[in-house]
């Protein structure tokens, strides 16, 4: 069982501007950091903070926000982290970008730099903490809260963001890194709690990456929504009013465009024909202003898996001569929801769905609902 790191009460509390979000978890028992790509919220937190439990509650610094959150993926063995994603609560607060983290940080950091760890105490006060880097190796490092700070230290500070300057550089996974990192023969580390094993941040990335970015991993396939909503209608909704192109065959015959289009199954593509491109015209004989695109996916099987990354366009031209023109792009849930708005409401004929990838490489995946509005 891996040790919690026991931090420092009240060292600063100073505001903190960083390219993520410190929350705290399952009510201060640890600590974790979100960040948004394509507009959907990832919390990154070490995997022993929640245990075997999916589901998390989070809560950010002053002014202090609840949310919820869900597990999708733990990356075992080895590497003491998990991803989970945001289901309620924080979207306002997940402002700081993915793409912001950096991907290599050893000119961020080197033993004796000075770096500082954040933390969301009780009643949403965010504390800066000061460290020393002790100990670099290639995907962890040691920070030292120094000898001379005062004894009252107290648990749930595994999770906290390490930052350099204003810059991540890692996340404190336990006390000690001895059973991660090879000692110098003369540096021998110390077992009263003021030494935090770090994972880097280039670390979490090169790992997280393949799964925030293009939706799938080596481990294993984000799992079903545990508790999915209610029964959906099924098929074309809306303002949606035939399926006119698909770019190939569903998965098996029943389960293609036009099963999906009369409302008597869902769509099944098969991975091997990703990208997939599906045409929607309107119903009405003329353009239409659309300002929202939704789709559903409801996988009945850990079979089957749910599309991500969606460009969505519109036809600004004629049905004989269109000009496609980007309505919007975004990922859907791991739990099978995607909600693209345009203010402008554009005026169409038609829509064209492209479905780049899926949460799950290899599978199948399901689509059960258009929505145009």
């Known amino acids: 069982m891996l040790r919690t790191l026991c931090g420092l009460v009240g060292l600063s509390l100073t505001p903190v501007s960083t390219t993520a979000e410190p929350v705290s978890v399952n009510r201060k028992s640890g600590q974790g950091f979100a960040v948004s790509y394509r507009n959907n919220c990832y919390v990154l937190l070490p995997q022993h903070v929640h245990g075997t439990s999916p589901s998390l509650t989070l809560a950010t610094g002053s002014p202090p926000i609840v949310g919820e959150a869900k597990v999708i993926e733990r990356f075992d063995p080895g590497m003491d982290l998990s991803v989970a994603f ?13 793409e912001d983290l950096p991907r290599k940080i050893d000119q961020l950091i080197s033993p004796g730099g000075q770096v500082t760890f954040v933390t969301v105490s009780e009643g949403g006060v965010i504390n800066r903490l000061p460290a020393i880097v002790e100990l670099v190796s290639y995907e962890y490092m040691v920070i030292d809260l120094g000898r001379d700070v005062e ?13 350099a300057g204003n ?16 000692l110098p023969a003369e540096s021998k580390l110390r077992a009263d709690g003021k030494q935090g ?14 799964l925030i970015e293009r939706g799938s991993t080596d481990v294993m396939p984000p799992p079903l929504s545990p508790e999915p909503p209610e029964s959906q209608e099924l098929g074309l909704v809306g303002l949606a009013g035939r399926i006119l192109t698909c770019s190939s065959e569903g998965a098996v015959p029943e389960a293609g465009c036009w099963s999906l289009e009369e409302g008597s199954g869902p769509l099944l593509i098969a991975p091997g024909d990703l990208p997939f491109s599906i045409v929607v015209e309107l119903s009405g004989a003329d353009a239409t202003p659309v300002s929202r695109v939704r789709l559903a996916s409801r996988p009945s099987s850990e079979g089957q898996t749910v599309p991500k990354n969606v460009i969505v366009d519109f036809n600004a031209g004629t049905k004989k001569r269109p000009n496609w023109k980007e309505f919007r792009m975004g990922d859907m849930t791991p739990f099978g929801d995607l909600d693209l708005l345009n203010g402008m409401a554009p005026r169409t004929r038609a829509v064209r769905l492209t479905i780049v990838d899926a949460w799950a490489d290899g599978l199948p995946l399901q689509l059960d609902r258009i929505e145009v509005r």
């Open 151 to 163: 004894k009252s230290i107290f648990q749930g500070r595994s999770g906290s963001v390490v930052l």
């Open 197 to 210: 094993c770090v994972l880097r941040m280039d670390a979490i990335v090169d790992r997280a990456r393949r």
């Open 167 to 182: 810059a991540p550089v890692g996340m404190i996974v336990k006390t000690g890194c001895e059973d991660v990192i090879e």
């Open 86 to 98: 945001v289901t309620g609560g924080l979207e306002g607060r997940c402002a700081p970008q993915w």
